[in-house]
């Protein structure tokens, strides 16, 4: 059997692992991504960390079917480039290219989101079944469609952008530029936010005590603690975010009713104590209540999700 | 070569077609539906209807690979039944064989939205596309999805239904029970909507001459008649109906990417005069502007789209 090659390069750090067939992950490394330095120079790390990953296993350049890369942005992979990516400043980078001239092995080129998908389809919360979304709470809202367990990305590959879904027409000003969009409402980042404006309305909150009145401390997952300890504040918060949250994945069951939708980031780790509220908050919302409605689940590939889901580029 | 025989069993009509592999129309009649009827009856004179159309061309049952039927409500393809219909009340209707009870021949079964989209793809705006959506301006908003030339619907066959994307938290009630939808802002209703308003609060606009201040005669296509004779407050009225448009239109490009946008209804026959104006309001609003954008272009199968789409379901 010829191992797979999953690199997860991204903004903070660049991740290799080896990987089998099914997607389980039999080493990894990482190295920081330093991303001011030039393109040529962060290829050259990446390719060193790769030998060095597969010389730690014994595992020979020839024994290794390919490699596939995992980044943020619009890839094109027929032309072996990231069309644009604006975290690590790649503008039509030949990372194919640029990576075969250290290692001698095709290489497979897809945007970070969508490769977390496919991990998660592959050997994750989404593993039997043919259609899933993957949708990835953080800075941002990151997505992954999977139809027929490949990834679906558009023609120009730049689909999934589930984020950039306006759910509010002249609403919250969004990075993008637009209005409303979901991410603005629904990200770690617009949930931090939303516990921040609580925390300062609300001087009682139990929030402000976890943190010691640091607002810097607050984090996506805050709420949750506070709401443990019976902060009425914090159930508040959650409740108007689960709302929202809610509002995108009912648009995304109502267009492409997958058979799940996995939630991904931090937040998930909030796991059955998350999903079952949003599950209720979502079925009121739906359009179609006379056939089943898609599971909702947590994400299982946690931080190697990238990874694995770049090192099933080629079997998918 | 065989033919195939689709049928659209509409809330008005049912709509016979023979159509042949390309899916080019061959003959075609109609009869009313009488809704009322029982279920039985529907279909009996449906396959009446069948067997009259192939006499007329001089075409055998034995000459006829299959029969395929576009209506509405969601369907299982699998089972031969429609789950649900509102328009017509059929609950778990067992389509397939209730028809082959008159006719021996396979009958294949899908959601008339999506048998229009169907339409597009193999003889219509999207011919020569593997992805596409097609959106419906009507009473609603109807949709349906083509990923690799076939009909995507998600694993209920009850995706697609791009009209009840929210697009406005908290906004206009949709006739789904949710608020903010986007056929509660885009579609033919809505805008039937937005010019009356608009007329009622400006006497002197043109809209009102139109209609010899009938207002029950106005239509999707009123505002863009008196647009045309200079109408100012028309103007507007189509401004704003565009962008709201634009911003479900726009919604549909960031999470699909699909080759083209296909707008079908009465409101796309003021063909290049819309989808120029539509097209630059969606530019504004897309995520990734570093490649190309889907291309927008209007209907080309018009009333025949659901027959043409339903005869194709046996091949896509």
């Not at 079917?65 to 942005?73: A, L, R």
């Not at 019976?230 to 809610?246: C, F, N, P, R």
């Not at 056939?291 to 694995?308: D, L, R, W, Y």
Request: one cysteine or more.
């Amino acid at each position: 059997m010829k191992y797979l090659v999953g690199v997860d390069l991204g903004v903070t750090d660049i991740k290799v692992g080896v990987v089998d067939k099914y997607g389980r992950l039999i080493r990894k490394d990482s190295i920081p991504t330093l991303k001011e330095r030039t393109f040529e120079a962060i290829i050259s790390d990446t390719a060193a960390l790769i030998l060095n990953v597969l010389d730690s296993e014994d595992i020979e350049v020839k024994d290794v079917k390919y490699i596939g890369v995992g980044t943020p942005g619009i890839p094109n992979n027929k032309e072996g480039i990231i069309v644009r990516n604006y975290t690590l400043n790649f503008h039509n980078a030949p990372i194919r290219s640029e990576i075969q001239k250290h290692i001698n092995l095709p290489v497979f080129i897809e945007n970070d989101a969508n490769c977390a998908a496919l991990a998660e389809s592959v050997a994750g919360a989404a593993e039997d079944y043919d259609h899933s979304v993957t949708i990835k709470l953080g800075t941002g809202i990151g997505g992954g469609i999977i139809v027929n367990n490949s990834i679906y990305s558009g023609f120009n590959f730049a689909g999934a952008e589930l984020g950039h879904m306006v759910v509010s027409m002249s609403g919250e000003k969004c990075t993008c530029g637009r209005k409303g969009c979901w991410e603005a409402y629904a990200s770690a980042t617009a949930l931090i936010k939303q516990i921040k404006e609580a925390a300062q309305e609300n001087p009682e909150s139990i929030i402000n005590k976890l943190v010691d009145n640091d607002y810097s401390k607050i984090n996506e997952r805050t709420v949750f603690e506070a709401a443990k300890q019976k902060d009425e504040v914090s159930k508040v918060v959650i409740q108007k975010y689960l709302e929202y949250l809610s509002e995108g994945v009912a648009n995304i069951i109502n267009i492409l009713q997958p058979d799940v939708i996995v939630i991904g980031g931090e937040i998930s780790k909030e796991g059955d104590n998350l999903i079952k509220q949003l599950r209720d908050l979502v079925y009121e919302k739906v359009y179609s209540k006379e056939v089943s409605m898609p599971e909702i689940k947590t994400a299982q590939t946690g931080s190697a999700s990238v990874m694995i889901g770049a090192a099933m580029l080629g079997l998918y």
